[in-house]
T-cell receptor, first 116, second 112 residues
Framework: AQTVTQSQPEMSVQEAETVTLSCTYD???????LFWYKQPPSRQMILVIR??????QNATENRFSVNFQKAAKSFSLKISDSQLGDAAMYFC?????????????FGEGTQLTVNP | ETGVTQSPTHLIKTRGQQVTLRCSSQ?????VSWYQQALGQGPQFIFQ???????GRGNFPPRFSGLQFPNYSSELNVNALELDDSALYLC???????????FGQGTRLTVV
């Protein structure tokens, strides 16, 4: 079974600074997807960034980028120029690449606080 | 705005009762999944429907059941509610397997 571990229950960052959230996962599959989701107090999960395991290039979405280390099974999220609106719970998630649909396996989350 | 809408947003039920939660997805989103998120935890997969058939199930008992309809709406039904069923229930849908899922805002269920 796949597992996702987020070892940082809480993180804080000063506005305009950079913060990195850690995630490790365990799987025997070679082809899969990794995601970072953001869950603000409104509760709605918002997709931040997606990485396909067969792509060596790290995904980037504006101020958000990942460091994907497949051999180490590590998938960290870097937020640059942090903004107050980035404050939320961040979840790392894994999904197998199958011909039919497959489930997301989530980590326990990291609560990010952005200080003005 | 993800285009996925859940109703109701909050619900209080009594232990032993039955509840139906609803989700409306975007047109073309033929895969819908349901997750249970206990307070302070990550979401746990309940089950998934693809083109109106269940094609994956997590570690939840049979009293958790669902339906998916041709109009891209879906339901989660829970029978014989227990106190531990109190949680945020999230619906997620997507069009194809290469993309991330879009989530609704969730239904907060409280069982008393």
């Amino acid at each position: 079974a796949q597992t996702v571990t987020q070892s940082q229950p809480e993180m804080s960052v000063q506005e305009a600074e950079t913060v990195t959230l850690s995630c490790t996962y365990d799987t025997s599959e070679s082809d899969y997807y990794l995601f970072w989701y953001k869950q603000p107090p409104s509760r709605q999960m918002i997709l931040v960034i997606r990485q396909e395991a067969y792509k060596q290039q790290n995904a980037t979405e504006n101020r958000f980028s990942v460091n994907f280390q497949k051999a180490a099974k590590s998938f960290s999220l870097k937020i640059s120029d942090s903004q107050l609106g980035d404050a939320a719970m961040y979840f790392c998630a894994y999904r197998r690449r199958e011909t039919s649909g497959s489930r997301l396996t989530f980590g326990e989350g990291t609560q990010l606080t952005v200080n003005p | 705005e993800t285009g996925v809408t859940q109703s109701p947003t909050h619900l209080i039920k009594t232990r032993g009762q039955q509840v139906t939660l609803r989700c409306s997805s975007q047109s073309g989103h033929n895969t819908v999944s349901w997750y249970q998120q206990a307070l302070g935890q990550g979401p746990q997969f309940i089950f998934q429907y693809y083109r109106e058939e269940e094609n994956g199930r997590g570690n939840f008992p049979p009293r958790f059941s669902g339906l998916q309809f041709p109009n891209y709406s879906s339901e989660l039904n829970v029978n014989a509610l227990e106190l531990d069923d109190s949680a945020l229930y999230l619906c997620a849908s997507r069009m194809d397997r290469t993309r991330g899922a879009f989530f609704g805002q969730g239904t907060r269920l409280t069982v008393v």
